[in-house]
């Protein structure tokens, strides 16, 4: 996946700035200095200038750009890892251990996985970013999140100055966060330890999920197999197809996104008893400490499913996602969510919370 001459001929890491911060909601945004890390290893780290940059609180951590809001356009210090290697630890009768280095996008690893017939990351596929961040709010889709096939994360404690390596209990896994989440600003997440299974499992393939068992069936009729023939390519394939219909493109092009804006609340049984007197229709999921709801339904409840305002808006297909159309600043972004946040609560009577970072700085 990356170029071994290539890899030879770079330099360990490299200083540079100002230059662009990418980022898939496509506010400008720029880092006024940035270390950018073609090797994760101990000895590079511990090269003083780069260990200093490192432990400074100032130096924020970037990766793809497609989980923070640039509220600022300047970022002063910046850190990114693009050392992008992965390869075949050990394997057994029936899987396969895999170290990635952080700097990787997690779509090309899942595609390249399931191209090999390799069962675990499928359901991941077209999620943006790189498998650096994905630990940070363990990323998930139908079902499945990172944290499912994570055997170990190998980080960089940026207090301690050294190189840990983490067990799953270590990393405090849950759902949309971890403890990386949690300590932000303390870790950067070097490598990641994957085990895959190279047999599909008992239930292949995953169809419990809202529109996945139909996209299947639809597979399975349109080549003529049975739905447990589907490999995993091609059902990261159909996972791709159902995700397109509904998000833009984090690749490239207008609308800009961050993917989902806000984490479904979780509300007391009361408070959902109370929406649901008015709203006989709102999906609710019992969940321990109370009651899910689609923070998307809210938005459309809050009658803003559409609704634009100059150069952003909410999408019209997926209300949970709001889209930058253009020619905004980070600042009229963050006032466009505030005003949805607040429309919501003026509605509903609920507080959603705001998924990506916010950049202030
Ligand atoms: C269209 C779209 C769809 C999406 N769908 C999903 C989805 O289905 N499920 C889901 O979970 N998420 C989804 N997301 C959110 C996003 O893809 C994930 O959060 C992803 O993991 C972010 O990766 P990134 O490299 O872009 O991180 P960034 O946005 O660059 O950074 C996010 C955070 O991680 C930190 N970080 C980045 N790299 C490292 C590192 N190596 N070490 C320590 N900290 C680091 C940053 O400091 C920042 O705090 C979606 C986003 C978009 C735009």
């Excluded at 990418?22 to 506010?27: E, F, H, K, Q, Y």
Aim: charged residues 25%; hydrophobic residues 40%; proline residues 7%.
């Amino acid at each position: 996946m990356t170029n071994p001459d290539a890899v030879a001929t770079r330099p360990a890491f490299e200083w540079l700035g100002p230059c662009p911060l990418s980022n898939t909601l496509r506010l400008p945004a720029e880092a006024v200095r940035l270390l950018a890390l073609n090797d994760v290893s101990e000895s590079t780290l511990r090269t003083p200038d780069v260990a200093e940059w490192l432990a400074d609180p100032a130096t924020r951590v970037v990766g793809g750009g497609s989980n923070v809001v640039f509220v600022t356009p300047r970022v002063p210090q910046a850190v990114r890892i693009d050392a992008a290697d992965w390869r075949v630890t050990r394997s057994g009768d029936d899987w396969v251990d895999l170290s990635v280095e952080a700097g990787l996008g997690l779509d090309a690893l899942v595609r390249e996985t399931a191209a090999r017939g390799w069962f675990g990351l499928e359901a991941l596929a077209e999620i943006p970013g790189t498998v650096g961040a994905a630990p940070m709010q363990n990323v998930g889709a139908y079902g499945t999140e990172i944290a499912d096939v994570t055997r170990w994360v190998e980080v960089w404690d940026r207090r301690e100055r050294r190189i840990e390596c983490l067990a799953p209990a270590d990393c405090e896994f849950r759902y949309r966060g971890s403890r990386f989440k949690r300590e932000a600003g303390r870790w950067m997440i070097l490598r990641v330890g994957l085990r895959l299974a190279t047999r599909a499992p008992g239930d292949w393939p995953p169809v419990g999920y809202p529109g996945v068992g139909e996209a299947v069936g639809e597979w399975s009729r349109r080549t003529g197999r049975a739905p447990a023939a589907i490999t995993p390519g091609e059902y990261a394939e159909v996972i791709t197809t159902i995700r397109r219909a509904k998000l833009p493109d984090w690749r490239s092009g207008w609308p800009g996104s961050a993917g989902s804006f806000f984490h479904n609340p979780v509300v007391s049984v009361e408070t959902a008893e109370r929406l649901a007197r008015r709203w006989p229709e709102m999906p609710r999921f019992p969940v321990a400490d109370g009651m899910k709801i689609p923070a998307g339904w809210l938005i459309e409840a809050a009658g803003l499913k559409g609704h634009r305002d100059g150069p952003v808006g909410v999408s019209s297909r997926h209300a949970l996602v709001l889209e930058h159309h253009g020619g905004a600043s980070g600042e009229v972004f963050q006032r466009f969510a505030e005003f949805v946040r607040r429309r919501v609560r003026e509605e509903t009577g609920i507080d959603l919370a705001i998924e990506p970072e916010c950049v202030t700085l």
